[in-house]
Each structure stands twice: as structure tokens, then as C-alpha cells.
């Protein structure tokens, strides 16, 4: 009997007790579930900060279309640089130009508060007229109008 005994003592346990992981995994979730809309409310970005290099005084003189506060296009190419240009009148003039001097730089220039949606549909303007590439202009003096 007393072997019997001892077979019953050294029997392997076949289960595993989970409850203590099931503990720690519901803290967890907790701590999460807290956590999660404190970092999602607010979200705090540094933006990159990039100097941008002029254009070369060897390269051609870029177009430039402008767009006032009211909206209003202006194009050194063509006319009258002080003279507001239709949409269509754009396209033509830009057009003539990059079929003769494809390499022309093409530049938007912008009144720092006009809406967002006339410097977006500028450059949509430039690139129906042909425009690869279109940039920004960044000098603030030279978008004054008087």
C-alpha cells in the first residue's frame, strides 16, 4: 500500500493555473482602455524645417501666376503684370509659353492670407496648361501689389 501511495503523490499535474494570467491580463486592459483616449485628444507635431534654395540666376526666368486676398490671378507672362488674368487666359498664355521653352520654371505665388482652395486652383490652372512641376514662391516682398 504504501507504494499505491506514493504513485498517487508523484502523478504529473496535467493543468495549468490561469487565473493569475487573466489577472494581469485584465490590468492590462485597463491600463489601456485609460490610457488610449488620453493619447488619441491631442496630438502635438513639429513640423520639419527646410530652407529652400533659390533658383539659379542662370536659369530662365520663372512664370509666376499670383493670387491676391481676393482671388484674383495675376501673370508676369503676356500683359499687363498688374492686370487680374481669367482662368482661361492662364492656360493659353502659360501654355505658349512652355511649348516654346519647355524647362521654364513655373511659380505660384500667394498673399499669406488667401483661402487655400484659390492657391490650389492656380496650380491646377498651371498644370492643365502643361506645367511638370509647379513650386511655391517664398519672398514675401515681391507678392506686394500696390
Request: charged share 25%; no cysteine.
Amino acid at each position: 500500500m504504501a507504494q499505491q501511495h506514493q504513485r498517487q503523490r508523484r502523478a504529473p499535474m496535467a493543468e495549468i493555473n490561469v487565473v493569475p494570467y487573466i489577472d494581469v491580463m485584465l490590468v492590462l486592459l485597463v491600463i489601456f482602455m485609460i490610457t488610449a483616449p488620453l493619447l488619441s485628444q491631442g496630438v502635438k507635431v513639429d513640423l520639419p524645417e527646410a530652407s529652400a534654395k533659390p533658383l539659379d540666376k542662370d536659369s530662365k526666368e520663372p512664370i509666376v501666376l499670383t493670387v491676391d486676398t481676393q482671388g484674383n490671378y495675376y501673370l508676369n507672362v503676356g500683359g499687363d503684370e498688374k492686370k487680374a488674368v481669367e482662368a482661361d487666359e492662364i492656360i493659353r498664355r502659360v501654355a505658349i509659353v512652355l511649348d516654346r521653352m519647355p524647362d521654364t520654371p513655373v511659380v505660384v505665388g500667394a498673399d499669406r492670407n488667401v483661402n487655400y482652395g484659390a492657391v490650389v486652383q492656380a496650380m491646377v490652372l498651371l498644370q492643365q496648361a502643361g506645367a511638370p512641376s509647379v513650386g511655391l514662391k517664398t519672398d514675401p516682398s515681391e507678392l506686394e501689389r500696390k
